[in-house]
């Protein structure tokens, strides 16, 4: 067993985000979009990180791969709070 | 030999076209300058409502897509999430119940069989709807699916049928040679093609401004909240009248009371996460989120379901739906230009008619007759 989880939020294995790199995903968002590592509650903070040199490794490092953009909330808000004048 | 046909844009309209077109038999090359589904197909929500749809070509085209839609798990063997799960429009003032009267007996009359209900059977339909509601529409006929699958789904059904797939590569213009498009250039090769599909949503306009065309698509940006994962209780699409207002609203070149163009169209993903629009502004290409739309938006949402005060929202997205001056795509030929087609400019319909786009597409460029009259998409209504 030499998988593991990368992806805590959404449950996603390194065998899937290989998968995913391997049918073209050149990007966080790419493998994020594909196999939803990244699209949990935590948005990718943990995981980030780690798919991204994932891709560099792939890439032989030449640049960086794209990231996934930050957007609000920067963390979970309760939606009564960010209606509250 | 056979017939060889470039896509440009991997949307889901670019990647629907490709896929067909395989089917028809053609050599295709789908060429796409990030990846699929990068742009607005990865940046919208799930619901295919085909209540949303004006009457008349568009409705009937969703209607053609629908049925697309229910074979379509089978013919790509890929889980896309597809569901039939009835969609309403809720109303919250008598204004809107005299506009909603007005549409449903139109649709009604177009042989759509949308009910109006009332606030009270809207919550007994789907439990936590807001009794302030005074109505609602519903139809068993709407539907949802997962537009990122469908996406991938579509362009891989096209690899294994033989189209060549080039991610990571712009389309710097079209090569042409006596009014006739040969091919694209990109920024490594020259691609000659018997024929060119453009369909690059929001970004087609550019491809055509050097040749003298004016494609009248325009971005007009719409915002998206994501919540948490929550148990499953959305059991249908369900959108605002407000919505519908400012969907129908055509309004590019006014002054309008509510720039930001907010109405509710909420659904719950396959995870449990909530999507929970929407605005329709035009901003240009800009994709920043605006706080004060967000917040119109979850006031949207607290209004309809009084429940929701108490989820968490984990991200805000903005997408660049293609509108179009009259609302409907544009599908076919370039007026004075041979062997490039358009496909392009379904603003927030393009999820509904990917299949049945990409279907007319690929029957127009290799000159089967796709039975249904497409004149009234071309690009020559404007």
């Not at chain 2, 250039?185 to 020259?190: A, D, F, L, M, V």
Request: charged residues 25%.
């Amino acid at each position: 067993m030499d998988d593991m989880i990368i992806c805590r939020c959404e449950g996603v294995y390194l065998s899937d985000i290989l998968k995913a790199i391997e049918e073209g995903a050149s990007s966080v968002p790419g493998i994020k979009k594909r196999v939803r590592a990244g699209m949990g509650y935590c948005q990718g903070r943990v995981c980030q990180p780690v798919i991204r040199d994932m891709l560099e490794s792939k890439t032989g490092g030449e640049k960086m791969p794209p990231q996934q953009r930050a957007q609000t909330p920067v963390r979970p808000v309760l939606l009564d709070d960010m209606i509250r004048r | 030999m056979s017939y060889k046909v470039v896509v440009a844009g991997g949307g889901l309209i670019g990647a629907s076209t490709a896929y067909y077109l395989t089917k028809s038999g053609a050599e295709v090359t789908l060429i796409e300058s990030k990846d699929i589904a990068s742009g607005t197909s990865g940046a919208c929500d799930r619901a295919i409502m085909l209540q949303s749809k004006k009457p008349g070509p568009t409705l009937d085209l969703a209607i053609e897509s629908i049925a697309l839609y229910k074979e379509l798990e089978a013919e790509l063997e890929t889980e896309l999430e597809y569901r039939k799960s009835g969609g309403m429009i809720i109303i919250e003032t008598p204004e809107e119940m005299a506009a909603m009267e007005h549409m449903v007996e139109r649709q009604q009359k177009a042989g759509i069989d949308v009910k109006l209900i009332t606030g009270k059977e809207a919550q007994e339909r789907q439990p936590g709807l807001s009794k302030d509601l005074i109505g609602s529409t519903w139809w068993e006929e709407d539907a949802e699916v997962n537009p990122l699958k469908v996406s991938f789904a579509m362009a891989n059904a096209a690899k294994s049928r033989g189209a060549k797939i080039k991610l990571g590569t712009p389309v710097k213009r079209l090569l042409t040679e006596n009014n006739r498009v040969i091919g694209v250039e990109t920024p490594t090769e020259k691609i000659y093609a018997d024929a060119v599909v453009v369909a690059m949503g929001v970004w087609t306009p550019k491809l055509f401004e050097p040749f003298g065309v004016d494609v009248p698509i325009i971005p007009r940006q719409g915002h998206i909240l994501v919540s948490e994962r929550m148990p499953s209780f959305l059991h249908t699409g369900i959108l605002s009248a407000a919505y519908i207002a400012n969907k129908l609203k055509r309004n590019h070149q006014s002054e309008d009371p509510d720039p930001f163009g907010v109405g509710l169209a909420i659904g719950q993903t396959h995870s449990g996460s909530l999507l929970i629009g929407g605005s329709r502004q035009f901003t240009g290409y800009n994709t920043e989120t605006n706080p004060e739309v967000i917040r119109k938006i979850g006031e949207a949402a607290v209004r309809a379901f009084p429940l929701l005060a108490k989820a968490r929202i984990i991200r805000a997205f903005t997408g660049l739906r293609p509108y179009t001056p009259d609302g409907m795509p544009i599908l076919g030929p370039v007026e004075g230009m041979d062997g490039v087609y358009i496909a392009a400019g379904h603003e927030g319909d393009g999820v509904a008619l990917a299949p049945i786009s990409g279907k007319i597409m690929a029957h127009m460029v290799c000159g089967e007759n796709s039975g249904m009259d497409i004149n009234t998409f071309s690009l020559s209504r404007f």
